[in-house]
């Protein structure tokens, strides 16, 4: 099978050329094979010693690769479980992530919630060695360390007191409206807000009836203690209206009552005076004694007080027309140098003189009419005047526009841009302090609450008029694509603020 390939051998071809006998020739190359073969095993005995430690080396080597290749395994194993521990730390911050995003969400919709309904350790008292504390009561999920109890301790009149019971106040409505809801939040709290209240319009009507009691000293100028009063009164009778109205009416009842029987018996002691002489009146001259009785029926005229008690109703007096009544109030009223005292004064002794005559006539009598339209007539009258300081150039402007709507000239607006953004711009950022600052004056101005609160919502729809007459102004084309049509308050927006400030007597 191999002889075709041995004499294709080089070597075989070689000694064929050259005549050589292959079976000589092939006994020469085995004794050759002999000898190196011989060499090949002296060489061999011969580096025996380097062999063996070459052996010894290579199985040291074998050793160490053993154990490198044991640590790299036990490498391994630590980088696969590193490579786990690294993923379950992964997973760990994806599942933290997703905790705080979810925490920051809750937080965002709970923290308002919260901080209506969690009470400061600044308005109470917690003190647990203490039983005969005004406040001794376990609370669960609150704890209160501080010392200082505001609304227990701090007199009324502290600026601290008031300002906590504002917050007190906001705390209770807000507690009730999300009870409203069920919220469940809202039982661990309502306790503590319910003895809160109780404390704090303990000490208010404790407060005003001193007060008001320190009127009826003989020889007292009632007049410092009022001011004290009067200074505080507003929001404390607020505060008793939103949470103990029997209370709010019993010291209503009191300063009325109170205040009633001072000015009777000054103007008791003025008429006793004023019958020893003789003065002019309409003309004649005449005894005082005659004349009172005409005083008595003008005496919300005479009078330099806004307020006149309802029991000088009753004064003794002779029948004397409505025109007469009329003429008096207007002369006195030109006593005052502005109009708005005059119209003040003209709806104070109005609404006093109808209130006199629908007591003692018809009310579809001819004088009452006439009262009522007087009365009526002014009241409009005073709502323009208190409203112009403030809106008057809004006022005006929508007077004028609408002047020029009716004529066709809507084209003269294109000039008044920088006008209606300056309007439309002060509306919005001085409309509330501006008609808070209204219902205050109208409430000091007018005796009779439930004039003043008539006037007050007059007032009130009469601005919402207005605001809708300038919205519709700006809704025409020469004005329509100015940006301050933009900041304007939306109407349905504003009349809900408005209501805010309705008075409630």
Known sequence: VHIQANLEDALVQEALKTGVDLRQYSKQVELELQEVERASIHDYIKESENIASLHNQITACDAILERMEQMLSAFQCDLSSISSEIRTLQEQSVAMNL?????????????????????????????????????????????????????????????????????????????????????????????????????????IREFVLQKIYSFRKPMTNYQIPQNALLKYSRFFYQFLLGNERTVAQELREQYVDTMSKIYLSYFKSYTSRLMKIQVGFGGHVRGLGDTLETLGNAFWALTPLRFVPR???????????????????????????????????????????????????????????????????????????????????????????????????????????????????????????????????????????????????????????????????????????????????????????????????
């Open 99 to 203: 905790r705080l995003k979810n925490r920051r969400a809750v937080r965002q919709q709970l923290g308002q919630l919260l901080d209506e309904l969690v009470v400061p350790a600044a308005m109470i008292r917690w003190d647990m060695g203490d039983e005969k504390s005004v406040l001794s009561f376990p609370c669960p999920r609150v704890t209160f360390l501080s010392p200082l109890s505001t609304i227990l301790e701090a007199p009324v009149t502290e600026p601290e007191f008031l300002e906590q019971l504002q917050e007190l106040n906001g705390k209770i409505n807000s507690v009730k409206e999300q009870a409203f809801r069920e919220t469940v939040a809202c039982a661990d709290v309502q306790h503590v807000l319910e003895k809160l209240k109780i404390k704090a319009f303990t000490k």
């Open 311 to 505: 029991s000088t109703r009753r004064w003794p007096r002779r029948t004397i027309s409505w025109v007469e009544g009329e003429n008096f109030v207007l002369r006195v009223a030109a006593e005052f140098s502005s109009r708005k005292e005059q119209l003040i004064f003209l709806i104070n002794n109005y609404d006093m003189m109808l209130g006199v005559l629908m007591e003692r006539a018809v009310e579809e009598s001819k004088e009452v009419e006439g009262f009522q339209q007087l009365l009526s007539a002014r009241t409009q009258e005073f709502i323009e005047e208190i409203l112009s300081p403030p809106f008057g150039g809004m006022i005006a402007f929508v007077k004028e526009a609408e002047a020029l709507l009716e004529k066709g000239q809507l084209e003269r607006l294109r000039g008044e841009e920088t006008r209606v953004t300056q309007l439309a711009r002060g509306f919005s950022s001085t409309w509330k302090v501006a008609v808070e600052s209204l219902s205050q004056d109208v409430m000091r101005s007018f005796s009779n609450f439930k004039n003043g609160t008539g006037i007050i919502q007059g007032a009130l729809t009469q601005l919402i008029q207005y605001y809708h007459r300038f919205h519709k102004v700006l809704a025409q084309p020469p004005l329509r694509s100015l940006p301050a049509r933009a900041e304007l308050i939306n109407i349905h927006h504003l009349m809900v603020e408005l209501k805010k400030h309705k008075p409630n007597f």
